[in-house]
Every structure is written in C-alpha cells, then in structure tokens.
C-alpha cells in the first residue's frame, strides 16, 4: 500500500490517493488523516501526482 | 424488588428500579447487538495489533485485528430472539485475534470510580479461552497510549452462553475506556460474540439494553457515516457547483454531527460508478471521487472530475451511474 498525491486544493492542501497493493484506490484523504500520517512517520513519502 | 409505602418517605422502589443502570443510556457500548453493519455484512480484520488506527472491517464501532494472518469478520443472522452476531472466522496461521471497542470520553466520563459490569454472549468452536481487557486512553479519546484497568478470562464452549464480569474503574479514567476481546491461534473454526453490554452496576448484569434500530444508527453515524446508491435510476449523494469544465464540487451534510472533522472519503474504486447530473444529463466520472478539505463535522465535500463537458458554475448534482448499486460514499471519525 502507498500514498500518492492526487490534486492540490485551492486551500492549497495536498489530498492523496491510498492505492492498495493491488493498485486499486478505495481512499483518499488530506494530509492530516491519522492512518496517512502513521505511514508518512514510518519513514513512507508519498509519490508525486501524475502529470 | 421491593414497593415499600411509608408514610414518612412515600413510595420507594428498591433494588432494580433504583440500580444505576436501569434507566437511560445504561449499555455503553453503541451496537452492542451488532445489528448495525454500514460497512457491510463482511470484511477482513486489521493485520496487527492497532494503536490509533484499527480497522473496522463490518460492523459498526466495533474493530478486529488478527496477527499471523488476518480473519473474516461477518455480521450473521442469530437465533431466537436475538437477530445478529458477530463472527470471526478463524485461518491458517493466525497466531491471536482481537475484537474491541473504543467507548469516547464523553460517553464513560461518568464511569471513573464507579464499578462496571462487562456482559456478553460468547461461543467458540476451536478455543475455549477467551481473554478481556479493560483500558482507558492515556488522554483524552487518544489511544496511542493507554492503561490497563483490569483484565480477565472467560471459559467459553461451542454454545452460545453469557458471560459477566465486573470491572472496578479508576478514578483517573476519564479519557475514554476501551474493551477488548482476545483469543489465541484461531486457525480454523469461528468465534461468536454478541449482546455486548458494558453498563454502571455494582450487583449484576442487567438485562440487554435494546435500543430502536434508529437511535443505534444514529449513534453508530457519529463515528462512521456510508450513503449507498439505491440501485434505482441514479442515486443523488449530494448538490454543489460546476467548479470548471472538468470538475463538480458538492455538498452532503451528514445526518449526525460527526465525533470529529472526518480526514478522508471512502468510495467503491470505480470511477464509472459516479457522475454529474445536471442540465437533464448524467457525465460519467473520470475518476473516483475525492476527499475535499471544507469537509467538516457536519457537512462533506466531494471533488469529482469528468471530461471537459461541465459549463463552469452551473449548479449540479453528485449522483451515482444509472441503476448502480455498489456506488458509495463513507466517512470515518473512529477512535
């Protein structure tokens, strides 16, 4: 499972994408979402958001 | 129970109507009978021991891990007067299986100091060990540290039976108290737990607590909220704008006040499953929706892109695709 960045809000917050390992996304969330900040303190970095 | 008439007192009932627990809010836990499943009837426990994040896989407030591998949760019908339970299934190379729930502060404040009874229905067709504990948060509704009150076993069989136990709550437990059910290597088999009841008692368990189907929705809906497509026609979610050529922003305002602002937007994975209505025609999503920030504790905002068909500022609506019925939307502000 990772994290990716999925849209910059005009607030200027990042929302990502979970994508599961089966590459399916069921989730997306802000960054202050407590599983999504579990992952990022684990030593995780979100990939960047497709161009 | 005793009706005792005096001239000096008038009429005192003793004993059951003047227990603590008789009245009002006595059963803590919210879905005790496990008749609430928003997630669905099934789902697969959480992989490890969880600190703030379980997963709930099924029913509603009520989390599951498994260590080793992980197990299926279910909601099952019961028997007799008793409509639902919930059931682990046990797997190969499951090494301990927890179900707990997380009780919020502002729902056992009135706990700390006072003695509790813990009851519930329990079978097990593989092990016939089955630990409880008893913790509170270490701050408030936090549970990323906590401390143990009490812990215990119940000796339980392949037959559904109840179990109590009381638990003495610490003065210092004012910050949420947590129960959790434990087994061991439940690798085949199925473990059976229903009629949860946690409740203010210095005697005896009482009787179960049986809420309207309503109210316990609504309880369960400030800790989780899913709105699922009927199936019939297309299913609106909920009303915004065309915020550009591409993309809809729209509002849906949950039916309870949420514990907590939810951080993140659950959908079905499938982008067709959703679109704009508006103008007298459905556009497809071209990608699933997504969480939006002015989210609050009372009203959710989705962003969903389509091609570039939208007018700009229009007003539109969220709606599911045409006759879908897996389409949805959830929203989480578990403990």
Redesign the interface.
Known sequence: MIYKI??I?I?G?A?Y?RIEDDG???????E?????K?WVEAGNTPLPAEE | MTLAISGTTGITLATQFDSASTFGFKNRFINGAMQVAQRGTTGTSGSAVPTTTPTYPSIDRWYAYATGATVSVAQIAGTGAIKNNLQVSGAASVTAVGVGQRIEQLNCYDLAGSTCTLSVNMSNSLLTTVTWTASYATSANTWSAKTTISTGTFTVTGTLANYTTQIVVPAAATTGIEILFTVGAQTSGTWVIGNAQFEPSTTVATSFDYRPYGTELMLCQRYYYRTTASGTSYSIFGTGWNESTTTGNHSIRFPVTMRIRPTALEQSNTAGHYGVLYAGTFIVATSVPSFVNYTNSDMAAVLITTSAVLTAGQGSALSSQLNISSAYLGWSAEL
């Open positions: 999925l849209l809000n607030d917050l929302i994408a399916k996304c069921y989730l997306t969330c802000a202050d979402h407590p599983e999504f579990e």
